[in-house]
């Protein structure tokens, strides 16, 4: 079952490294995602969760995405993205706390939603500041592409992916003043190379790791308004039930005395 401690940024993980590029005046952040792909797996594994490869080569390749923004937004944000792709049918859910490096997230397969179109919501919650969210739509089966229109629409400003090697990627971000014309000529090829062609100035070193704190106890917080009022809806003649998390899929056992105990100590 997932850890219910949160990690520690001092704790080995994912290591997301960004600069900023000087004279083209655009920010890269970059990272070979291998570790962070192992823990999703064994997070996979470990919860018996099985995933289509289609739906699975799309996750990850989300995951980059999601991980590569985080990474370049400021420390105090709590983020979110829910992509609905229609063709595949399926959802992806990413979520992050830039704080503690903390990112989970999970395939939804079933009872997706028929909608006229592709949607993109991003979700950003800073400091006690209210929930924004954003919503944009677009076309096609790739997360990535998903992220770069996301940008263009919401963030208004550019945003290019970059696949440098099997699990390793790269996010180059338009600041002001940018050089649009190499911004917009640049190749996977000039992305490998920006240290040697480029003044890459670093900026931060961030950790991040597979991590949801889903436990038992709020497992039971969900279920416990139903509980109090149709016991019967939840368990029937069984003592025990199973609940997944809703960020992570992970699985709870459940069982009708604890649920009840927790009830009346509320």
């Not at 940008?151 to 971000?173: C, H, K, M, P």
């Not at 025990?240 to 005395?257: D, F, S, V, Y």
Request: proline share 5%; aromatic share 10%.
């Amino acid at each position: 079952m997932p850890e219910t401690t949160p990690p520690n940024l001092t704790d080995a993980g994912l290591e997301v490294r960004t600069y900023f590029v000087r004279r083209r005046n655009v920010l890269l952040a970059r990272a070979d995602f291998g570790e962070l792909f192992v823990d999703y797996y064994l997070h996979l594994g470990a919860n018996r969760i099985r995933v289509a490869p289609e739906h699975d080569a799309m996750f990850k390749r989300a995951l980059a995405a999601f991980v590569l923004h985080c990474a370049s937004r400021p420390r105090n944000e709590l983020v979110a993205w829910t992509i609905n792709f229609q063709e595949p049918r399926v959802n992806l859910f990413l979520t992050a706390d830039n704080e503690t490096g903390a990112v989970t997230g999970r395939v939804f397969d079933e009872n997706v939603k028929e909608l006229p179109e592709n949607i993109f919501y991003a979700d950003v919650v800073r400091g006690r500041e209210p929930k924004r969210r954003s919503a944009v739509t677009f076309a096609g089966a790739d997360p990535i592409a998903a992220a770069e229109k996301f940008y263009a629409q919401s963030e208004q400003r550019g945003a290019r992916y970059f696949q440098l090697g099997e699990e390793s990627f790269a996010l180059v971000t338009e600041h002001p003043d940018c050089d649009l014309a190499w911004f917009r000529g640049l190749t996977v090829d000039g992305v490998r190379g920006l240290d040697a062609a480029e003044t890459l100035a670093p900026l931060e070193q961030r950790i991040y790791r597979w991590h949801c704190g889903c436990n038992q106890a709020r497992m039971m917080e969900v279920l416990a308004p139903t509980m109090r009022q149709e016991p019967r809806e939840l368990f029937g003649d069984d003592q025990k039930l199973e609940i997944r998390c809703p960020r992570c899929g992970a699985r709870h056992a459940i069982t009708r005395e604890a649920l009840e105990a927790f009830v009346a100590e509320k």
